[in-house]
């Protein structure tokens, strides 16, 4: 969504690097691209006017001109005006004391509402809640079918006490209204703690569809009202959010169709104009792709800083304890890496989703993203079929795979050999990698043991003094050895007892130290 707004910032900030000190040109210049990146992005204008006057204000100040390094400085601003504008803070939503917590949601026909109350009632399931959904979009055909085909596959259940309408030509009979009081009574007498009241949408914003959602909300009187608006709609999110705050006067907003390609001026307008909070993401199409939207984070994504935590988060969420134990334990024994141990990985790293999504959040991966989209995620697909093409003996004894056992493999995996090649080449270096940091870290890593450089435990270093060859002659070789003991045997004669740095305790005398009065005491002397 971001990937032009954050390639105009990041080209904008490479210009300051190397730059001591910067003139009021300069920072006019990098405001002048800022703001040319965001119309472009098509947020608001006064979002623009308000953010950018900001940025120059701080600049110039002494904020910038006492940094030690102006450009990171800069930089540093942006992030924190960017946060600014996309709420400040993580917000949450706010549960109910007594009773079921309620959730009305609110947009345009077509933002994705009834896809969204299923990935928020997954999303609160997994998070310990009880939620159900209620249907109450009663005009659109087949709205309350959708609804219950997302509820069976997010394992909530769905309140619909009429079918709504099947086509264009239907009138519904049911109220809307009614069917949300029910479906609240419905959830307090079966005790679950969150409903979710699914509204109609309009393919534009009319009178007839605020008095329906407004008499809906007098009628349930919900703990939030969340308004879902696709962020691909550019400068019109800003008058349709308006519109929707004055008419139902929401709590939150939600943000669908983030993976899109547009360019995702709506997330840094809507938000500020309206004072609202942004408190979810839906980043694809499945029920899975859902998240709680952090300003902070957001902001380091579009400037190409990261989002390590969310990445972390995933990783807790999808990865196998067991698993991870199990890994842990064999690495600590020092036991061989097994191609079975490289496909149990693997698919770990398949729970957590896509690859291209989990690469785009580590820093830097702007400048590698052509690569990233060029990438297969099927190429996972085929690995895994080349790995369970082989005997459990081989995954556990790859080099007994000769050229026979590998075409065998290539053609029960539907691959070339030379994939098969390929692969079992990487998993040997894989290998060889695991013994070496099992058995105490990486070689040409200094300071740990194992490892060459100084501070390592590797004997023979570069700087090690050389050992005297011994004779060939058994003779000669016995009297060296003899003569080694001796020398040895006369160095430990001659060290002084009792102390440590080569200074005898007898020799010892506490006046010399001046040590305060009294203190002697403590010598036992």
């Known amino acids: 969504m971001f990937n032009s707004l954050s390639d105009r910032l990041t080209a904008t900030f490479k210009n300051l690097r190397g730059k001591g000190r910067l003139s009021e040109a300069d920072v006019d210049a990098t405001v002048r691209e800022i703001r040319r990146a965001l119309l472009d992005a098509d947020v608001a204008v006064s979002v623009v006017r308000e953010f950018t006057s900001r940025i120059r204000e701080r600049a110039l100040g002494a904020e910038v001109s006492g940094a030690l390094n102006p450009s990171q400085q800069i930089v540093k601003i942006v992030n924190e005006e960017l946060v600014e504008i996309l709420g400040g803070e993580t917000r949450r939503i706010r549960l109910a004391k007594t009773g079921p917590t309620i959730i009305m949601l609110a947009g345009l026909q077509g933002a994705g509402k009834t896809t969204l109350a299923g990935k928020l009632s997954k999303w609160l399931k997994a998070q310990g809640h009880s939620p159900m959904l209620v249907a109450c979009d009663l005009q659109r055909p087949n709205a309350v079918t959708q609804l219950q085909v997302v509820g069976q596959r997010a394992g909530v259940p769905v309140f619909a006490p009429h079918p709504g309408a099947t086509s264009e030509l239907d009138h519904p009979a049911g109220d809307p209204v009614a069917v949300a009081s029910a479906g609240v ?26 008095d329906q959602a407004r008499r809906i909300r007098q009628a349930i009187i919900p703990n939030e009202v969340l308004f879902v608006i696709d962020s691909m709609i550019g400068q019109d999110a800003v008058n349709t959010a308006m519109a929707f705050d004055e008419g139902v006067n929401f709590t939150g907003i939600v943000l669908s169709k983030l993976d899109g390609d547009a360019r995702g001026g709506a997330a840094l307008s809507v938000a500020s104009v309206t004072g609202k909070p942004v408190m979810f993401a839906s980043t694809g199409e499945g029920l899975d792709d859902f998240e709680l939207f952090h300003p902070d984070r957001m902001a380091s994504r579009i400037l190409d800083m990261g989002d390590v935590l969310t990445l972390i988060e995933q990783a807790e969420k999808a990865w196998d304890k067991d698993e991870a134990a199990r890994m842990a334990k064999k690495f600590a024994d020092q036991e061989d890496f097994t191609l079975d141990d490289f496909l149990a990985q693997m698919q770990q790293i398949r729970n957590m989703g896509s690859m291209k999504k989990m690469l785009m959040m580590m820093p830097g991966a702007q400048n590698i993203r052509q690569q990233l989209e060029n990438f297969d995620e099927r190429e996972i697909d085929r690995v895994e079929a080349i790995v369970r093409s082989m005997t459990p003996h081989e995954r556990v004894a790859p080099k007994i795979i000769n050229g026979s056992r590998r075409a065998r493999i290539a053609k029960g995996s539907g691959v070339h050999v030379s994939e098969v090649n390929g692969l079992l080449e990487r998993f040997a270096q894989a290998q060889k990698m695991m013994k070496k940091m099992a058995q105490g870290g990486m070689p040409g890593m200094p300071g740990m043991p194992g490892m060459g450089g100084p501070g390592g435990g590797r004997k023979g270093g570069k700087n090690a003094p050389k050992k005297k060859a011994r ?7 016995a009297q060296e050895l003899r003569d080694a003991e001796a020398k040895r045997a006369n160095a430990a004669s001659a060290a002084p007892t009792g102390a440590a740095f080569g200074q005898g305790a007898a020799d010892f005398d506490p006046s010399t130290l001046n040590l305060p009065k009294g203190f002697e005491k403590f010598l036992g002397k």
């Open 185 to 210: 009574e419905e959830a307090r007498q079966k005790l679950h703690d969150v409903v979710i009241v699914d509204t109609a949408g309009r393919l534009g914003v009319d009178a007839e569809m605020m």
């Open 471 to 477: 004779s060939g002659n058994p003779a000669k070789a």
